[in-house]
């Protein structure tokens, strides 16, 4: 308080002591130091002190009264004096105020004291008061007034009126000025800092803004690159295996599993209108195609590549395309295995096949290879070989899970390399797809590794007794696949000396086990009914699933002793040789345009030598021209000589499949519009089926010489069947109708009133409603397995088979994504078959009518759809509904086979049962009489299925409680079985405990078969 003493003594100085007793005091009140509500004070105003008190004091300067000491007191000329704001104080309710702010010793905050008094008077009096204390000057001059007796007092007073009010003028000037220049410096401060403020906040948007172009272009690029990398089929197809590979979860296995195949269903539906595109192309005039060939009979379109091929041009070359995909099929498998177990770098491409319009199209993503740069192991071309040796741990492992050998192949001297899988086979280290113009900054994370020409690993199958010899024919991967030894892929070729007949013997003896022993087996099967096929589609699963191939379908025709099954293999023959004739007929067609220009189809690809003998040179080989041998492999040739491996050699590698050049590939990856149909040719196509149909199913001269000098002398070369065992009389035209429209993809609209066999032309061009596809895609039966595992995971029995069949109904409708695919027929039946036995009856009868949507009416295969309803109608009480559903069952049975057929007694045995549960006891009989007559006639009484019947017959008498009659009936099928089943079957046991348990009942023990043979 130094400042206050010099204030003091300042006054003392300048007042005299009469002016010390002047001053100003009253009672006011101040505001709370909360500021909530006003206390009554004395507020005095002497010596330049502003003090205040509870009450006035009765003693000013008597210290000892209490009254006499100030609540707070201040010098006026260390606090600032004002008016309160207006809206403040009416705020408060009290207009009238004026506060006192100051600051403490040692204080930094600032103290406020707020008074009002009554009138706006007494404020200006208190507020003119403190101003005089303020400024001693106005002090002493207001003195001199006070004293002065002058007659000129009121010149004098204006005198000092005007010193006063200039005084004051000058005071508030200077306070005005004071406040204003520190107005305007902090206005100044003020403005700098929102002027730095918007200049920071402009950077920071800019930078900002910057920093959002940024991020929106590199979002753009990468949503522009995962466009173009989504666009490769294979680069979609192997990155949804490599997340399927790390997931464990059971949930996540089936999620990604089904998005597996459903991009495989997608692909499948792109191939389809790829190949369509291309083939429809090649009807056009070369002027007006849009898709253009690389080389050869290669295409490509939106990112896929299509090799073409058809009867006209090249049947072989269309068989070839067939094991190129059944090669792929089962490497995309191995693959798989090889990769979710361990670091397994090899890749095949995703590829599908396609019939159309009498064309072959095998389908393959587009990868990022090159022919001329990428190859690290295989033939590089004809005359030069590469090797790498660090794939060697990777291809044994291949090899091994195929069980193909892993032999030494060593052309004309120097080191030997290993021939894993096939010599003609070739593995590609993957360019990356960073090599892609249109893909900005994109950097390929890991390094592939594709394996492509895998038709050969397939091995050959041959007979070596019956040369000439073709090298078209393979073993199916059912059969070598568990074949008790290894096979080379490398027959007829390999030029090493050591282990040339070995290798040759092995695939010569597993030749003629097919032709034996396989027969043999898938004979039996057939004739025990364990297999019942009804039509080709059947017919040809249960060949190719005991690893036999069609074309031995003359040795079946030859050694079956059940006519159903002879008839059911004739009709395949036939079938399978016009569709053959058709697709040529309908290839010459579509390339007649073609005639005067180069075929489209044609191998244009010269090779500069086509024979030579192989050399080493830094490990890896060529071959170096010496003369060209003939193609032709004659009868009475060597089959261990080195001209006829050489020969054999060159005729294999010619009919490779040749993959495109990067620099052809980004030529045209662009994706090229769909050309326009050429409707002419199409109607010209429906008429040339239309008159094909009529020379098979029509009568006449012409269609008697088709028949005689065309297409029974081609069934027969093609299936190495008698001729005089095929007669168009004897041959089921019903069946070889559905067999055509099955292998030629035909939907034709007939009826119970078509007259084949009866009439020139049974058919119009209105009868052929459309030419469709068939279409082949990989399996991929390993994570099919591995869905199904994962979805029955903790189930047992019927639902565990229930949960399998849905899981594999729903991969089904995955691979084929149209929306009017209700699934395959067969799953869909099971599944009825299923929801009966679970007595679901409503829901059996929802998926038996899913798959009858699908079947043509008067098709076999829709008998056991059929039957799923006859059953769970019957136990839903609908009779009549019931018998509806036999009745089609037996008009589309009896119209595909005629009246006697094994599925005649399966329909009528079924709804005997459903009578006889319902006790209906006569029709039961007469529909398992009915069975038991057809069997008889169809098998024979010596067949097991007979034998069912009889035992069927007599649960149906014990029911009826006709013992004698019911031992009788079983007596005859426990004969049967002991003939043909033995003694020990299971069901020849339970048929004889059964009749044991009826002598019993009839008082006829000396009789029982028990008392001599004894129980088992």
């Not at 053959?580 to 007649?592: N, P, S």
């Amino acid at each position: 308080m130094n400042s206050s003493k010099e204030h003091s003594q300042l006054f003392s100085s300048v007042f005299s002591h009469s002016i010390e007793e002047r001053g100003y005091e009253d009672y006011v009140l101040k505001l709370s130091n909360g500021k909530c509500f006003f206390n009554r004070r004395y507020l005095v105003l002497r010596n330049g002190i502003i003090a205040y008190y509870r009450d006035k004091p009765a003693d000013f300067f008597s210290a000892s009264n209490l009254n006499s000491k100030p609540k707070g007191k201040v010098h006026i000329l260390d606090c600032e004096i004002k008016k309160v704001d207006t809206n403040y104080a009416k705020k408060k309710g009290h207009p009238y105020m004026f506060q006192i702010s100051f600051f403490l010793s040692g204080r930094k905050k600032k103290v406020f004291w707020m008074f009002s008094v009554d009138s706006l008077s007494v404020l200006e009096e208190w507020l003119e008061a403190f101003e005089k204390s303020r400024n001693p000057i106005m002090a002493i001059d207001e003195e001199k007034e006070e004293a002065s007796e002058s007659n000129e007092q009121d010149k004098e007073q204006e005198l000092q009126e005007r010193e006063r009010i200039l005084r004051e003028e000058n005071f508030k000037k200077t306070l005005e000025l004071e406040r204003q220049k520190q107005e305007k410096k902090k206005k100044e401060q003020e403005e700098n800092h929102k002027r730095e403020e918007l200049e920071k906040e402009i950077k920071r948007k800019e930078e900002e803004k910057k920093r959002k172009i940024a991020e929106k272009a590199e979002r753009k690029k990468k949503e522009k690159n995962k466009k173009i990398l989504e666009s490769f089929w294979d680069y979609r197809y192997q990155g949804l295996l490599d997340e399927f590979m790390n997931v464990y979860q059971d949930d996540d296995i089936i999620d990604i599993g089904i998005k597996v195949f459903k991009l495989i269903g997608i692909f499948r539906e792109a191939s389809i209108h790829a190949a369509k595109v291309v083939i429809n192309d090649l009807q056009l005039p070369a002027e007006r195609r849009k898709v253009k060939k690389i080389q050869d009979s290669m295409f490509i379109y939106q990112n896929l590549l299509l090799y073409l091929s058809c009867e006209q041009s090249n049947a072989v070359q269309s068989k070839y395309l067939g094991h190129e995909f059944r090669a792929s099929d089962i490497l995309q498998d191995a693959v798989f295995f090889l990769a979710k177990t361990a670091d397994f770098p090899v890749r095949v491409p995703l590829s599908s096949i396609v019939d159309f319009k009498g064309f072959r199209a095998y389908v393959v993503a587009v990868i990022p290879l090159d022919t001329e740069l990428t190859v690290i192991h295989g033939l590089k071309t004809q005359d030069y070989y590469q090797t790498e040796n660090a794939l060697y741990t990777h291809l044994n492992s291949l090899t091994e899970l195929l069980n193909i050998k892993s032999a030494p192949f060593q052309w004309e001297g120097g080191i030997v390399p290993v021939g894993y899988l096939s010599v003609f086979t070739q593995f590609h280290e993957s360019l990356g797809y960073s090599k892609i113009e249109d893909l900005e900054n994109y950097t390929d994370s890991t390094s592939q590794i594709y394996i492509t020409r895998v038709s050969e690993i397939l091995p050959l199958d041959m007979d070596f007794s019956n040369p000439p010899l073709e090298f078209v024919n393979r073993l199916r991967p059912e059969f070598f696949s568990d074949y008790h030894i290894p096979l080379t892929s490398n027959a007829c070729i390999n030029f090493t000396q050591e282990g040339i007949e070995e290798d040759d013997y092995e695939i010569c003896e597993a030749s003629l086990k097919v032709r034996t022993e396989k027969i043999s087996e898938i004979i039996e099967l057939l004739d025990s009914l364990t297999i019942m096929p009804i039509d080709s589609r059947s017919l040809t699963q249960a060949l190719h699933a005991n690893g036999i191939n069609c074309r031995y379908l003359g040795l079946i025709v030859n050694r079956t002793a059940l006519p159903h099954i002879k008839d059911l293999c004739l009709v395949e023959i036939v079938g399978r040789t016009c569709k053959r004739l058709l697709f040529q007929q309908l290839a010459d067609l579509m390339l007649e345009n073609t005639e005067s220009e180069e075929n489209p189809l044609e191998n244009t690809r010269k090779t500069n030598e086509d024979y030579a003998s192989i050399k080493v040179i830094e490990g890896n080989y060529y071959i170096e021209s010496e003369h060209e041998p003939p193609l032709v492999i004659n009868s009475d040739l060597n089959l261990q000589s080195e001209d006829y491996r050489i020969n054999s050699f060159l005729t294999r590698f010619k009919k490779q499949l040749r993959w495109p050049t990067y620099k052809e590939l980004k030529e045209k990856i662009k994706t090229i519009q769909s050309p326009r149909q050429n409707l002419n040719m199409e109607g010209s196509l429906k008429e040339c089926i239309v008159d094909y149909l009529n020379l098979v199913f029509g009568i006449g001269e012409e269609s008697d010489i088709f028949w005689q000098e065309i297409l029974i002398p081609k069934a027969a070369a093609n299936f190495s069947i008698n001729p005089d065992h095929i007669d168009k009389s004897h041959i089921n035209l019903h069946a070889l109708l559905h067999s055509v429209c099955f292998h030629c993809s035909l939907q034709l609209g007939f009826s119970k009133d078509t007259m084949l066999g009866k009439i020139e032309n049974p058919f119009s061009l209105q009868s052929l409603e459309r030419i469709k596809e068939k279409t082949k895609v990989v399996a991929m039966k390993s994570i099919e397995s591995k869905i199904i595992m994962a979805k029955v995971q903790g189930l047992e029995g019927r639902e565990a088979g229930y949960e399998s069949s849905m899981m594999s109904l729903e991969i089904n409708k995955a691979l084929n994504p149209d929306p009017e695919f209700l699934g395959d027929t067969l799953i869909l039946a099971d599944i009825g078959e299923m929801l009966v036995e679970l007595k679901d009856f409503d829901a059996a009868i929802k998926y038996a009518k899913d798959a009858l949507l699908q079947i043509h009416p008067l098709h076999a295969e829709g008998v056991k759809s059929w039957c799923i309803l006859i059953r769970a109608l019957m136990s839903n009480n609908m009779q009549d509904e019931a018998l509806q559903c036999f009745d089609h069952a037996l008009t589309a049975l009896e119209y595909h086979w005629g009246p006697y057929h094994p599925l005649h007694c399966t329909l009528y045995s079924i709804l005997a049962y459903l009578y006889m549960e319902k006790h209906n006891y006569e029709e039961a009989l007469i529909l398992y009489k009915n069975s038991l007559m057809c069997s008889l006639r169809v098998l024979g009484p010596n067949h097991p299925h007979t034998a069912e019947v009889y035992v069927e017959l007599g649960n149906l008498y014990i029911e009826n409680k006709a013992y004698s009659e019911a031992a009788s009936a079983i007596e005859k099928g426990l004969s049967v079985y002991e003939a043909s089943l033995g003694e020990t079957a299971a069901v020849t046991i339970t048929a004889r405990r059964k009749l044991e348990q009826l002598y019993e009942e009839l008082g006829r023990e000396d009789k029982s078969p028990f008392s001599s043979k004894g129980k088992s």
